[in-house]
């Protein structure tokens, strides 16, 4: 299978924890975005990657969220010090140029 | 900044009914549009898509067209099944494919 993949498909963690998840992108997409979706809610942007840059940041990427993608190829999103309202699903996509393809998503709850 | 706008659903039909979801767009350039959908328990998957004014994107019996002058993108299928259940989203990206925007979603659904 040579999609988009995401691990771990489910994380539960205490409020106050730090949380990463990677996402490993289809190898000659260039373009890698990581997106949060609530319940009910489209998925809501927040950070963009063309190869190794950061090129985007929504004002949603508080400080204790950080993205990196060294190398151009996989990424990693990072939450420190979670929070209840950062419960949702994490999105990631990977795009060649305008279609995005998305990976199945990482589910976070806080308790 | 960009917005998409959508009907709210639930939508409900029964099997073989016509299917219009509306989609309208707040853009500045010239954005592409998109569907995407959402099967139940599955990720999201582009459905169709159209790059500038008067395209039209169709892919598996569904179809859009992009309306410059109505700031439209309304998706359309003549006669529904079943295992089109789903949620639906339009979305759109700016002139770099950079960023993107999505609506609320739609969710669909088919009765036998």
């Known amino acids: 299978d040579t999609g988009v993949s995401q691990d771990p498909r489910h994380k539960i963690t205490k409020r106050g924890q730090n949380v990463t998840f990677r996402c490993d992108p289809i190898?000659?997409?260039?373009?890698l975005y990581w997106y949060r979706q609530t319940l009910g809610q489209g998925p809501e942007f927040l950070t963009y990657?063309?190869?190794?840059?950061?090129?985007?940041k929504s004002r949603l990427l508080s400080d204790r969220f950080s993205a990196e993608r060294p190398k151009g190829s996989f990424s990693t999103l990072e939450i420190q010090r979670t929070e209840q309202g950062d419960s949702a699903m994490y999105l990631c996509?990977?795009?060649?140029?305008?279609?995005?393809?998305f990976g199945p998503g990482t589910r976070l709850t806080v308790t | 900044g960009n917005s998409v706008t959508q009907m709210e659903g639930p939508v409900t039909l029964s099997e073989e009914a016509f299917l219009t979801i509306n989609c309208t767009y707040t853009?500045?350039?010239?954005?592409?549009l998109f569907w995407y959908v959402q099967y139940p328990g599955e990720g999201l998957q582009l459905l169709l898509k159209?790059?500038?004014?008067?395209d039209k994107g169709s892919n598996k019996g569904f179809e859009a067209t992009y309306r410059k002058e109505t700031t439209s993108f309304h998706l359309e299928k003549g006669s529904v099944q079943v295992s089109d259940s789903a949620v639906y989203f339009c979305a759109l990206s700016d002139n770099y494919g950079q960023n993107f925007v999505f609506g609320p979603g739609t969710r669909l659904s088919v009765l036998p």
């Open positions: 190898s000659e997409h260039n373009r």
């Open positions: 990657f063309q190869n190794e840059a950061q090129l985007e």
């Open positions: 996509a990977s795009s060649p140029q305008d279609e995005q393809y």
């Open positions: 853009a500045t350039g010239y954005p592409s």
């Open positions: 159209a790059t500038k004014a008067d």
